[in-house]
């Protein structure tokens, strides 16, 4: 019997096909109950747009499939921490659960940095779990950058 992959599994396999196009190794999934709904890699060298990040791609599709405008009830589960613009974006979206594996201590916005879901400002906070998987997204973080210097 053949096991299904987790969604994290799925995003870790997304973002190292990000980094085999020169894209940052970042992939992320949406999971509606045991359904992915939408999953996505880090895009924004070949889109040529700096709000293509997994994130950003996967709840934009999600948002799609399910066309009510919100993901309540959906989880996330990506690779890397999200920045301010995607936390921003789970938080509008209402997603109920952000799974991470790996911290950014430079530009992650949820236990880094500005912390978006603790500030009294926002609007829905999401339950967060990280380092789900950490050491294999770190590997594939550090792998890539090593390259680019």
Do not use: W
Not at 89 to 101: D, M, Q, T
Not at 110 to 135: K, M, W, Y
């Amino acid at each position: 019997m053949t096991q299904n992959p987790s969604p994290m599994d799925i995003a870790l396999r997304l973002a190292e096909e990000a980094a085999s196009h020169g894209e940052a190794p970042v992939g992320a999934v949406v999971m509606e109950g045991d359904r992915v709904l939408a999953s996505a890699r880090n895009q924004m060298q070949a889109l040529g747009d700096p709000t293509a990040h997994a994130e950003m791609m996967a709840i934009r599709e999600a948002l799609a499939v399910r066309g009510t405008g919100r993901l309540d009830g959906c989880d996330l589960y990506v690779t890397l921490e999200p920045c301010a613009m995607c936390a921003g974006a789970i938080a509008h979206a209402r997603l109920r659960r952000v799974y991470f594996a790996a911290e950014d201590t430079k530009a992650g916005a949820v236990e880094n940095g500005i912390r978006l879901f603790d500030q009294p400002t926002c609007h829905h906070r999401p339950e967060i779990i990280g380092g789900l998987s950490a050491s294999r997204a770190e590997a594939l973080l550090t792998s890539f950058f090593k390259t680019l210097r």
